[in-house]
């Protein structure tokens, strides 16, 4: 399975297989993960910081208190790890911190991991110790409080131990963890109800050209809308991209559509209108564009020029009206003043199931930046407000969001 922009967490304890940790390191860097380390104190006495730092292309996180010298300017750290994976992995797993985890203390990264993550996201434990300490009673009911938490314990391998002794005990192979975490990955992805569903997103501005040198346009990026298609991407739909001129790179999986008028958008989108089963219209489409478009390049002879424009078409908001009963259609408002009452009449002319409501101030939220902060309004539902977030972990919320949806249809 390629791993390409999963968010994997690999949390070390201080047992002897942790020396191969650099080794698992790698084949999911290989395979396109992107690899955050939580090592614990004791974990550094058997594997080197600076290997973990070195294959993970990242660094490696012990404490929960930020070093002195960022003077507290990462103090949100010990949450947002948590937060950004898509799978926390313990491997090699030892007694202590089993028992840490479950007794649900946080007083180092990687507990704080544990309890930080995401609900839903799988949480992979590979207990490794000497046998005899492993079939406890301690460790077994700790085990065992783990599991009920949703947390798939892997059973340690029989075989020879650092003892020198032959019990179970030891660690799988970083091939074989591999393996379990592309298992409970997909299984997680084929769960979704947006698996194999055809998901049409439009992102980024449009230019409505002037002349042949020059266009009206806006400041969108794209960021949310390639946002959205790389996490629908993630969750198994065949995502196709309609993007305006950006500066990004194409999620992987998607299929992207370049197009550069609201006019060239509107046809590209219509060709999936029929049959995709979510529409997203995640773009700034200019509302008009200059009713002729001069040949050449226009000369500044006038003291003043005046310009007639006309509508363009509403992409969404065609595909609103066209819509048969199972398809969805998702739409973005941009408001500065009444936000929730005009989103909720924007979610009603244009027919739609779940409105993003959002302001610009392009520092925090909206056009160009990286974060957001979204309220989403379900069609006869309440309005949501979430928090600022990246425009990554925003686009996660709103297909949780159509997942809820889809799964209450
Ligand atoms: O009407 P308004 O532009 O505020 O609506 C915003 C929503 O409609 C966004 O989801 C945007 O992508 C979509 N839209 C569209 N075609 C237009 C204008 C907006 O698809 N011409």
Redesign the pocket.
Known sequence: MDLTGKNIIIGICGGIAAYKTPHLVRLLKKKGANVRVALTDAGTRFVSELSLATVSQGPVYRSIFPPTDTHGTDFTTHISLGEWADALVIAPATANTLARLAAGLCDDMLATCFLTLRPGKPVLIFPAMDGQMYLSHSVQRNIATLKSQGAVIIEPESGELASGQCGTGRMPEPEAIVEHIETALLSLVHSSPLHGKSIVV?AGPTREKIDDVRFLSNYSSGKMGFAIAKAAGMRGARVTLISGPVGLATPPGVERIDVES?AE??DAAGNFFPSCDIFI???????YRPAAVIRGKLKKNDPELQFTLVK??????D?GQQKNPVQLA?????EQENGIDNARK?LEE?NLDL?ALNFSDRRTSGFEVDTNMLTLIKRGGPATELPMLSKEEAARKLLDTIENICRQR
């Open positions: 439009t609201a958008m509107r219209g995640a773009a700034a489409v200019a509302d363009n078409p509403d992409i969404l908001g595909f998702v739409g973005f408002a941009l924007k244009k409105i």
